[in-house]
C-alpha cells in the first residue's frame, strides 16, 4: 500500500510538471546526445539539411534538429528564452495546446527552412539571405520565435526585454518583428550561420495562431490584455 501510494504520488508530481519544464528537459538530453554525434561526425543522423530532405534521406531530423544545439551558449540562450516566454504561454493557452503549438510551429519553422534554401539558396546573395541546401540546422530557435510571434498577435503592448540588455524593453509587436529584422540583417552582412529562415517561419505560425485564437476567443484575449496592460 505504501508503495503504490508513493508511485501515485510521483505520478502526479510528475503530470503537474510543467511542458515548459519538460522541453527543457528534453532539450538538454538530446542535446547532449548531440555533441556526441557531432563529435563523431555523424551530424546528419540528428541535424537538418535541405538537400538531404529532398532526396528522401533522414526525414526524422526535421523533428529531430528542434531539440539539438551546437554547443552549450547556444543551448542556454535558448532555453532561458524558452523558460521565460514558454511558461507564460504556457499557462494562457493551456498544457495541451502549448505542447502542440510547440511542435507544429518548429516542424513549419524546419520545412520553410528546407524549401526556401533550395529554392533561392544556390548563389552567394541567396545563401546569405535564405542559408545554403548544404548547411546542416540544429535548435529550438523556430518554435521559441512562434511563441514569440503568439504574444505579438494576444499580447502586443507585453513588454519584451533582450537578455543582455535587462534593462532595455519594448513592446512585444515591437521589439519581436525588431530583433528578427536585425539579426537578419546582421547574419547578412557578417555572413554568420544563423537560421533566419527558422526564426521567419516560427514567427509567422506563431502569428497565424496568435490571429486565430484571438478572432475564435475575442472576449478571453480583451481580459487578458486588460490584465497586461
Same mark, same amino acid.
Given at each position: ?26 532539450? %538538454?538530453?538530446? !542535446?547532449?546526445?548531440? =555533441?556526441?554525434?557531432? @563529435?563523431? /561526425?555523424? +551530424?546528419?543522423? #540528428? &541535424? ?80 546569405? %539571405?535564405?542559408? !545554403?541546401?548544404?548547411? =546542416?540546422?540544429?535548435? @529550438?530557435? /523556430?518554435? +521559441?520565435?512562434? #511563441? &514569440? ?81
Amino acid at each position: 500500500m505504501k508503495y503504490k501510494k508513493y508511485s501515485a504520488n510521483i505520478t502526479d508530481r510528475l503530470s503537474n510538471f510543467s511542458i515548459v519544464g519538460w522541453l527543457i528537459l528534453v532539450n %538538454i538530453i538530446f !542535446s547532449l546526445i548531440g =555533441f556526441l554525434f557531432f @563529435a563523431l /561526425g555523424k +551530424i546528419e543522423y #540528428i &541535424a537538418l539539411k535541405p538537400t538531404n530532405i529532398v532526396e528522401g534521406k533522414y526525414l526524422w531530423t526535421i523533428i529531430t534538429h528542434m531539440f539539438v544545439h551546437g554547443g552549450l551558449f547556444h543551448l542556454f540562450i535558448n532555453m532561458f528564452v524558452l523558460f521565460s516566454l514558454g511558461s507564460l504561454s504556457e499557462k494562457i493557452i493551456g498544457r495541451k495546446r502549448f505542447l502542440w503549438f510547440y511542435i507544429i510551429s518548429g516542424i513549419f519553422a524546419g520545412l520553410l527552412s528546407v524549401f526556401l534554401p533550395l529554392l533561392y539558396g544556390d548563389t552567394p546573395l541567396g545563401e546569405r %539571405i535564405f542559408g !545554403s541546401p548544404e548547411i =546542416f540546422m540544429v535548435g @529550438a530557435s /523556430g518554435a +521559441i520565435f512562434a #511563441i &514569440a510571434g503568439l504574444f505579438v498577435m494576444l499580447l502586443p503592448r507585453l513588454k519584451f526585454m533582450i537578455i543582455f540588455l535587462p534593462f532595455f524593453s519594448l513592446p512585444a509587436y515591437i521589439m519581436v518583428p525588431l530583433v528578427l529584422i536585425i539579426t537578419w540583417i546582421a547574419s547578412i552582412a557578417g555572413d554568420f550561420p544563423i537560421g533566419n529562415v527558422a526564426h521567419f517561419g516560427g514567427f509567422l505560425a506563431g502569428l497565424l495562431y496568435g490571429y486565430y485564437l484571438k478572432t475564435k476567443y475575442t472576449k478571453k484575449v480583451k481580459l487578458l490584455r486588460r490584465m497586461f496592460k
